[in-house]
């Protein structure tokens, strides 16, 4: 059974950084892709960052192109996202997903299996 826990969210002003940080266990090789998705209050849960777990290639959304960087370690099967410039509006929780069943990587209901999710503020 895959397991993933998020970390490293917490509060700080725009144009600040944060790095998240996903532990996940149980992954299967057959696991192709795993991501980042967010879900601020009152708005549908979006993808944010996907990458191939194998090959490294990564996907971004145009909200993070440019500021955000997904990568991962499959040493330590943990996976990561470097949010630089951060803004207000990116102020969500943001969730780790694996296990993909095909289909668009930025779309939620595509990924099986969540973490709890870490919250991010971002202040003007």
């Known amino acids: 059974q895959v397991q993933l826990v998020e970390s490293g969210g917490g509060s700080v002003q725009a144009g600040g950084s944060l790095r998240l940080s996903c532990a996940a266990s149980?992954?299967?090789?057959?696991?192709?892709?795993m991501g980042w998705f967010r879900q601020a209050p009152g708005k549908e849960r979006e993808g944010v960052a996907v990458?191939?777990?194998?090959?490294?290639?990564?996907y971004y959304a145009d909200s993070a192109k440019g500021r955000f960087t997904i990568s991962r370690d499959n040493a330590k099967n943990a996976l990561y996202l470097q949010m630089n410039s951060l803004k207000p509006e990116d102020t969500a929780m943001y969730y780790c997903?694996?296990?993909?069943?095909?289909?668009?990587?930025?779309?939620?209901?595509?990924?099986?299996?969540w973490g709890q999710g870490t919250q991010v503020n971002v202040s003007s």
């Open positions: 997903a694996a296990e993909y069943r095909g289909g668009s990587l930025l779309m939620s209901g595509n990924f099986r299996t």
């Open positions: 149980g992954i299967s090789y057959k696991n192709s892709y």
């Open positions: 990458i191939h777990i194998r090959i490294g290639t990564p």
